[in-house]
DNA sequence: CAATCATATGAATACATGCTCATATGTTAT
DNA sequence: ATAACATATGAGCATGTATTCATATGATTG
């Protein structure tokens, strides 16, 4: 309890409302799980995964059809895969020479969802 | 009906399960809107920015008083802030030199409580 | 009006990232 | 085995972006 602190003082190095920022502080995760959570809406801010997110929320798909889906180099797409694949949105199956994937995740369609609300002009 | 179509057949420039591509095809959203839910979501994929919108989950806080819960340079704080304003998140109210930032969103919370679920190791 | 303070903005820089090209891996068929 | 095919991977390039520094704007106070 110094004597630097009450309701309204100087800013630049110190706080205006330091209360506030007490109580926030409090209430907010730890930086790990907040660095995690910007992880994984990277992997969702980007066109190319929207997409193969999107397209597999209707059907699974081997990387051929994908590819064709959305107009790109087989080597994009299967990179791409690779990225949603280690944030574990999709998972993938073997058969033959082919590779299916599919959605490997209950949270990405509620995401999507209140995404596209928000985008809807609110 | 051509004769090139089928269940099977090449890969490369054609296509494996024609069904499925179409039925995708039909089901996808528009290029516009697939674009802006990646523009969206780009904006939730970067630390500080998550770091701001849990801290307004909390309470409205002005731009001083980020800046010292952050850590960070007063000019970073700015520059994300107006980045989350552009994109309808955060909405802003001045009182004297002070500026006071708030949520402008119902989404995301519900957003972020569903990627938390998603980190939490599934 | 001059000084101080809170915030915003522009330029520069350092770093991340998505795509392409070339090639590797692994599978099926001849 | 060899060829054809589906997918994966690494290097390189071009673009995007988060931060900092310096400074501008706008408001309050003396």
Redesign the pocket.
């Known amino acids: 309890m110094g004597d630097e602190q009450g309701s309204i003082e100087?800013?630049?190095f110190n706080v205006?409302h330091k209360d506030v920022v007490e109580l926030v502080k409090k209430k907010m995760p730890g930086d790990e799980c907040l660095f995690d959570l910007a992880e994984l809406f990277?992997v969702f801010?980007?066109?190319?995964r929207v997409k193969i997110l999107f397209a597999l929320f209707t059907a699974e798909m081997?990387?051929?059809d994908i590819?064709a889906l959305l107009g790109?180099?087989?080597?994009?797409v299967?990179?791409?895969?690779?990225?949603l694949k280690q944030a574990r949105l999709v998972k993938?199956r073997?058969e033959?020479?082919?590779?299916?994937y599919s959605l490997d995740d209950e949270h990405v369609k509620q995401i999507f969802d209140q995404g596209l609300a928000h985008i809807s002009h609110k």
Chains 1, 2 share one sequence.
């Open positions: 100087r800013c630049s205006v990277k801010g980007d066109t190319t081997c990387v051929c590819t790109l180099t087989q080597s994009a299967s990179h791409q895969l690779r990225v993938c073997k033959g020479k082919m590779v299916y």
